[in-house]
Structures are given as C-alpha cells and as structure tokens.
C-alpha cells in the first residue's frame, strides 16, 4: 500500500463529521428538512453554505416528502444531490425513494438511525433504514465516527460508477455516534474533492440540445425489464463497493470491506450484528477469548445489495450464529437481517444454526455484559445441538 | 477488556456539562489520547437532571453503550444527590462506582460532610468546590462547568490545566469576546487552586 | 425497444418518440374540414391534444390521421361563425 495522504486527527461527533464531509464534497444541491437526530447535520451544512464554504444551492423545503422531491428533481437536471435525515423523516419520503432508485438517480443521503414512532421516541435502532431495505437504494451502516465520515465520501463513488448509478443510504446510529465525539482522522479538502471527482450526469433534463423525457410510465410489456435491469445495477453495486473501498484504502489508509470479520477464522460461535454495537460485542469476544472460548463476530457493512455468498463463505466454519437485530420485522419470524443471514447460510452443506435476537430498540443500551449474554446462549446451543427459542428480545 | 478510564458528569439541563465533557474530551485529545464524549439526552427542559460521558484511553475505544461504572462522577449540582437517589427511573449520583472511584462536588460544604452524604467508603476520594461562586466572580453567573473543568485536572490529571486552557481559547474564541474567554480561564485557574478534599 | 433488449437507462426516453407511436387506430370520429369555410385562424393547431393538425405557410391543410384519436377537440373549439370541421363516424366513411 503506497503511503496514506497526510490527514488530521481531531474529535467530532458523528453528524458533525458527516457535514464535514458534506461541506468537502460540496454537492450542487442540498434539499433538506431536519429532523432529530439528523438535524445537526443540516446545521452545520447550512453553517458552511453560509460562510461560503461550499457552492452549491440549499434549500430549505416544507417536509421530507419535499426534500427526497426536490432530490429528484434536481438530480434529474443533471445535480450531484445529497441531503440527510431520521425515522419519521425517512418514512415520509417512502414514495419518492422508489422514484429515486427507478429513475437511476445516484443522491447521497446519509441517515442517522432512530426508531420510528410509536410510541414516540428519538433514539436509536434501525427500524427506519430497514424499512427502506427493498426500495433499491444502496445502504451503507458504520460502525464509528470515522466510518461514517469515510461511508459518507466513499458513497458518492459508488452511487455514481457508471455501471451501478443508483442511490445510496448511508447510515450510522442516533445518538450513539451521531453524537458522540470520537476520534477521527478528517481527510484534506482537495483530497476528499480529488477522489469524489466530478459528477458527469448520463442524461440532464436542462441540456436544451439533447431533450429527453425522464420518470415515463412503463405498461406491463416493459415495466419488469426495467426492474430487471434495476436490479442488475443493485448486483453490480457490491463489486463497486468492494473496489471504491479499495481505492479508499489505498489513497487513505483506511480499510473497509462488504463486511468486517473480527476474530471469525477459528470461531465455533459467531454474532452478526451492523453498526456500533459491533464495537461493545468486540470487547466482549476479547474477554471470552482470555477464558478460551472460541468466539467470532460479522459485522455487515454494506446491506444492500446482500453480499450473500461472501457471508455464506465467511460463516461456512462456524457451528452456530447469532443474528443480533436491531429493529423488529413483526411478522413472528425475527429480524430482518436474520432473514438474510440464514437464508444466505441455508445452501451451505453444513450450514450454522442460526437464531434471532432483536435488541437495543428506541435506544435501550446494548452493554458489554449483554453481548457475553448471547455468547452465553450460542456456547449453549454448540453443547445440547439445540435451539430452544428461534427468535426473541433482549436487553429488556 | 479495554482500559479506558471513565467519567459521569451529573448537571441539570443548560449547567454547561455536555460542553464540559467535550472540551475534557478535545482537551485529553489533543495530548495524544483516544476518547469518547457524548450526553445522554432527554427532553430538552432547562434545569432537567442531565448526565454527559467520558471515556478517555491509550488505546482506541470500541465500546458504545453508556457508562455505567464510571471512575470519576462530577457532580455539578449537589441538589441533585437527593434528587436522584429519590428519582426510580434514573441512576444515583454514586450508582456503578467501586472503592476506587473520585467523587468531585460543587458546593461550599466540607469534603467531610460530603462523604457522608453520599454515602460512600472511606477508600473513595472525595473534592469539593464552591464552582458556583468562583463562576459568579469570574464570568458573572452561574456556569460551575469550567471551575469543575480545572478542579478535574488538579484531582486526576487526567488532563493539563494548560491543555484546558488551550483548547477552550482555540474553540471559543470565535463564540466569545474577550472579556467571556478570559473569566472562563480564570475559573479554570480557580478550580484547579482552590479544589478541597482528600 | 424491444424486451429483449436492456431499457433505456432510468426510464430515461429521447424526445419526440411519441411521433413513432400510432394512435390513429383508436379513432371512431374523423375530423372532416371544409375549406372553404376555414379561415385558418389555427385555434384548432392549439387546442389539439396529440399535435394532428397539419399546416403549410400559416395555412390549415388537413390532419395527420396517423395520430388524430378523433376526440373532436379541433371542431369544438372551431368558431362558432365558421364551423369549418366538422366529425363524421368512422364506420360510415
């Protein structure tokens, strides 16, 4: 690896990172409407674009729905977009993020996770983004301030590369990052602008020389093509994600891959859990490690598109795994990335167990002695071979 | 398991201690240690119970639940030891701490009677400030978080009473004139000479 | 376009490919002009809904019955002095 470009170690909360980011990037048009616990983001944006740090146009719209609108529209006219939000906000822009992602339009939205009401609640879990997991954008999950900042640069490349151009989520927990200051390196301004680029548009409603038409109906004989090949970028995106993380790595210093492997080679047991619970359920390991217990963790880094079989392949070894959700799918079947992930393990010939648990909702604290509870549960089931709840809740 | 040594501010909304676990957290970063400062939200009433966090280390920090055994506890208003002792759904003021742990109060009484009424052993070690008076005559109101912040680097060294100083000129000094960023400095010094306990 | 073929990039279409598309067939009334009655003031080139009306120099010269779907928009909107289009029932022509 060639030596890493020279950076700067400071301390910033998660959302100030991110609008950091936002302010090198300096996208041609931010559409927003600021919503806990994403709002600082904005804030800090509109602090930079009030300076005269960055160029491109704010704008201030009356709702979420209206932010992922003017997204679209000014993607459309040929804009890098970004614009942020939360939970409710998310869920408000529901119809227009499928037009998004139909249309082809690569807008960078970071999201900072919390619970979607009710009952009412400001905190983390990742209700809202899961919730969004099948509208074909491309979802990234961080697990510390540093990733969510590099997430957030790295995101536009990858919504951007020419054989994927879709949108992208990326995403780190309320509060639990959001804001907290950490320590971080912040990458220099005209680096972050060197490896974002320019955004060339593949087509622009405001070239008067080539008009086109964007965001036409398409009847039963060609809608499912287009899907089709909607679907087909969605794949591609994994191996864009895998090479732009390379790129990153290489220029910066920082790896990143589909998903984070923490001591998984010899595991018996192993948790799969995204974001910063990662983190707590590491320290963990670390102390099961000391009393010999042979103890891995997965953590999912890009969810969308599914790296299935990287994951089958990772997790072919293990004896049984523990899927930790933190948001509830409610449909008696756990969590959603417990669906996946033993979906992903059932054509393994000797596939892992695979149990649920759904933990942390509306920001109920996941503790170091919580994940050496569900170590517990997995050394269990490696000695009697049996799973006696499928799914369930902790941390309550 | 990670060492990292842990601090619990406990305040009442608008005391100033979400920018005192960040300038503890700036300040310990800038002399080379790895750190986490966060606060612990809840609806946002001027004069609510609040509590902010800090963890600080030699080594990167991975953990991200709250504190819950946390080495240092500042308490920046002594209301709030009956307060929280009373209060079921929050924890105590000495809630999580061990033989080891540094209780730093604000307040005009002794270290002594302190002890007593947080009922802790004889191993903890107990400080005592009057930060509200000092923050009266230095910045011309209540704001104890910056005498606290100076009174911290004298009883853990945890930080430099000259990196607090530094760090709050650098982040401040945009924010507030002159006058302000001086009163906050003396505080500081104030803190750091004037801290009581054993 | 065809299905076997990838889709334009987004749903994203050319312009002026509705001229590629036929909708004639779906007339059951024809506009009939007069011309003698046509004063060529082309209300009708403005109110028609699928740009059917045909001119030459300024001059109304007939319809373009590859798109016209015979809504009778064009004899409408025709002055009531004038009256120069009229509809006649397709199956009769």
């Known amino acids: 690896m060639s030596a890493a470009l020279k950076q700067k170690k400071v301390g910033l909360t998660g959302n100030s990172a991110v609008a950091y980011a936002m302010m090198q990037i300096d996208p041609d048009v931010v559409p927003a409407y600021p919503i806990t616990p994403s709002t600082t983001i904005i804030e800090e944006f509109s602090s930079y674009h ?277 948001a509830d799918s409610m449909n008696d079947f756990g969590g959603p990335l417990f669906g996946d992930v033993r979906s992903a393990l059932f054509d393994l010939d000797t596939a892992p167990k695979v149990f649920g648990r759904i933990f942390g909702l509306g920001g109920r604290d996941y503790k170091v002695v919580d994940a050496e509870g569900v170590i517990g549960e997995l050394y269990k089931v490696l000695e009697t071979g049996k799973i006696e709840q499928l799914n369930r809740y902790i941390t309550i | ?26 300040t310990a970063l800038a002399a080379g240690k790895y750190v986490q400062a966060f ?68 307040t005009n009484h002794s270290a002594e009677r302190l002890r007593g009424e947080l009922g802790v052993a004889d191993s903890v070690k107990v400080f005592t400030l009057d930060a509200s008076q000092i923050s009266l005559d230095t910045i011309g109101r209540q704001m104890p978080n910056t005498p606290m912040l100076g009174a911290l680097a004298k009883a853990t060294g945890l930080v430099e009473l000259d990196g607090l100083i530094e760090n709050f000129k650098a982040s401040y000094s945009k924010k507030y004139d002159e006058k302000v960023i001086a009163g906050n400095i003396e505080a500081m010094k104030r803190g750091f000479a004037e801290l009581k306990g054993e | 376009m065809t299905k076997n073929n990838t889709m334009p990039h987004g749903g994203t279409i050319k312009s002026g490919t509705a001229h590629d598309y036929s909708t004639g067939g779906w007339r059951k009334l024809r506009p009939i002009l007069d011309r003698d009655k046509c004063i060529d003031c082309l209300i009708c080139w403005v109110m028609c809904p699928d740009s059917a009306i045909l001119t030459e120099d300024g001059k109304l010269t007939g319809f373009d019955m590859e798109h016209c779907k015979g809504c009778g928009v064009c004899a409408a909107e025709c002055p009531d002095k004038i009256k120069a289009i009229s509809m006649a029932v397709e199956e009769d022509l």
């Open chain 1, 50 to 326: 009030a300076d005269g740090k960055v160029t491109g146009e704010l704008i201030t719209v009356e709702s979420e729905h209206s932010a992922m609108s003017a997204s679209v529209g000014a993607a459309a006219a040929g804009a890098r977009v970004m614009t942020a939000t939360s939970a409710q906000g998310l869920a408000l822009m529901w119809e227009v993020l499928y037009i998004a992602s139909g249309m082809r339009l690569p807008i960078i939205m970071p999201i900072v996770n919390r619970a979607l009401s009710a009952p009412i609640n400001i905190h983390c879990d990742h209700s809202d983004s899961m919730g969004a997991r099948d509208s074909g954008w491309i979802q990234l999950y961080a697990e510390t301030v540093q990733e969510a900042y590099d997430n957030t640069i790295m995101a536009v490349r990858i919504a951007e590369e020419s054989d994927v151009l879709l949108p992208i989520m990326s995403c780190q927990d309320g509060f639990i990052t959001s804001h907290a200051i950490e320590c971080l390196e912040l990458i220099e301004d005209k680096d972050v602008k060197d490896f974002v680029g320019e955004y060339v548009p593949k087509d622009t409603l405001l070239d008067v020389d080539n008009p086109v038409t964007m965001g036409a109906m398409a009847l039963p004989e060609f809608y499912m093509e287009f899907k089709r090949d909607q679907s087909n970028a969605m794949t591609r995106a994994k191996d864009a994600v895998s090479k732009i993380s390379a790129e990153f790595a290489e220029t910066f210093g920082r790896e990143y891959g589909l998903f984070e492997s923490y001591k998984l080679d010899d595991a018996d047991v192993a948790i799969v859990v995204l974001s910063s619970a990662a983190g707590t359920t590491k320290v963990a390991i670390d102390k099961l490690r000391a009393e010999g217990k042979k103890v891995g963790l997965l953590r999912p880094r890009l969810y969308r598109p599914w790296p299935h079989a990287e994951i089958a392949e990772a997790l072919k070894n293990v004896k049984v795994v523990c899927v930790l959700d933190r």
């Open chain 2, 1 to 26: 398991m990670e060492k990292y040594t842990e601090v619990r501010w406990h305040g009442r909304a608008q005391q100033g201690i979400v920018t005192a676990a960040k300038i503890l957290g700036e």
């Open chain 2, 39 to 106: 606060p612990e939200f809840g609806p946002e009433r001027m004069g609510a119970p609040v509590r902010s966090y800090n963890r600080l280390s030699d080594e990167p920090i991975r953990v991200h639940c709250s504190v819950t055994s946390p080495n240092v506890v500042i308490i920046v208003d002594i209301t709030l030891i009956a307060v929280l002792e009373a209060d079921k759904a929050l924890p105590s003021t000495t809630s999580g701490t061990d033989g080891d742990a540094v209780f730093m109060v604000n």
